[in-house]
């Protein structure tokens, strides 16, 4: 396995479940507004959360959606090696 894979590899192991989690959390602070704004909280309290909450939850996207991107190459590269 060369270095190039070793690192992409590497990075999905980790980028996949932090990226999950980061969903999973950006989903709860986004219901947590939700929530909030159903109790008639101020303005301010809801709208900042459920900001926070789809910003947490954007950034999970990326994260994981590099993690998918890394195992893609992956297997694409594995599969040039077997078929040259």
Do not use: C, Y
């Not at 990075?11 to 939700?34: D, E």
């Not at 950034?59 to 078929?83: E, H, N, Y």
Request: no cysteine; glycine share 12%.
């Amino acid at each position: 396995m060369h270095d190039e894979q070793r690192i992409d590899l590497s990075a999905w192991w980790w980028m996949a479940p932090l990226g999950l989690t980061i969903i999973g959390f950006g989903l709860s602070l986004t219901g947590q507004a939700i929530i909030a704004k159903s109790k008639g909280k101020s303005f301010w309290h809801w709208f900042g959360l459920g900001t926070l909450g789809l910003t947490v939850l954007n950034s999970g996207v990326s994260i994981f959606g590099d993690a998918v991107k890394r195992r893609t190459l992956l297997a694409l590269r594995a599969r040039q090696t077997t078929t040259l």
